[in-house]
């Protein structure tokens, strides 16, 4: 057997996709599996994508500019500006999903040993992406107690030294919900550019935010225009998770040129994928609207049903789709391999996302998993029920251990 990689052999799984096996093995003797273990949502599409790529007359497949068709990029700064973002077309990259975009700025930003300083949880492939470019994750823990909400500046700032190269962070954050304000952005932009360092902010679920709370982009502050770097994707704002495009938003133009040079190794984004995702932007306001609305109910059905289990306890998004949830086990992980391969009520069981796996602390999650709420209300009543009775069957043969 020829010698692996190190660095692929020593890549961390991911934990949203880690119990995969399990899962089609349950459904491989006809049981239905309800996925709360991934942020695919089950909203349409608006119909201006599907019908962009259905109604192109294209008699092949070219290869497009490497920095994404400027066509593209013009609509997406004209959204931006909506936004109150000012971005011009020369100031975005399009690029394979927001994965990409995070691939392209942490080896254009990053060399190998430097570290970036991450608020944990933190979306698990964030530590993959570190991994294989050989950058090192420094974290600094967010407390379930304080909703996930960003650690003291002074906790961040004792973790920089001369080979921190950038902050990490999703806004509003995956796994948490938790939504960062303007003031917490600003402290962060005012950090990053008295220690000469990046500040890069994944912003994929921008729209989704269920409070008076208005979001702010770390472009729409002008002081750290150089040190800023937004990551974006059309993945859950239009449900067009299988397009795999995204992009890369930063007004320092050097690293613009560094980001270029790794969209020229993969020659171009994907072209079918970036008519849906322009035409996307046609989708008229009530579209974003009716999604919002729809998670918001969503939300509200997957929390307080949650709280109805005794010994469980919620964290309360206030964006995104996705809550962390403390069970009453030791293991989380052996607890949602249960639901798969030895629980199931009325031909039907839940995957889960065991939370272990979005810390980069060891030991500190065991008990936590995150769930997505990307399923109808009704599917998600019966998803808890089907947890609630999971764990009573869990405990028997595994009663909870009190350290």
Partial sequence: MPKLSKRGTELPTSPIRKL????????????????????????????????????????????????????????????????????????????????????????????????????EPFYANYNGFASAANVKVVSVISEFNSQFQLPSLENIDEKINSKTKAILLCNPSNPTGYVYSKKEIITLCELAVKHNIFLIVDEVYREFIYTDTKHYSVIQYSRSGRNSVMIDSVSKRYSLCGARVGCIVTKNKKLMKNLMKFAHLRLSPPTYATIASEASLDAPDTYLKGVIKEYSKRREV???????????????PKGAFYCIVKLPVNDAEDFSKFLLTSFHNENQTVMLAPASGFYSTPGIGKNEVRIAFILDCEKLIRAVKIIKLGLIAYQEKHPLVIE
Avoid: M, W
């Fill in 20 to 119: 995969v096996v399990y899962s089609d093995q349950a459904k491989s003797k006809g049981i239905e599996v309800l996925h709360l273990n991934i942020g695919q949502p089950d909203i349409e599409a608006p119909k201006e994508a599907i019908n962009a790529v259905q109604n192109s007359n294209l008699n092949l497949l070219p290869y497009g500019s490497s920095q994404g068709s400027f066509s593209y990029r013009k609509k997406l700064s004209e959204y931006y500006r909506k936004n109150e973002i000012d971005v011009s077309p020369d100031e975005i990259l399009i690029t394979t999903g927001a994965s990409e975009a995070l691939t392209f700025a942490l080896n254009s930003i990053c060399d190998s040993g430097d570290e970036i300083i991450i608020p």
């Fill in 302 to 316: 997957i929390i307080k049903s949650l709280r109805k289990i005794p010994e469980v306890k919620v964290s309360e």
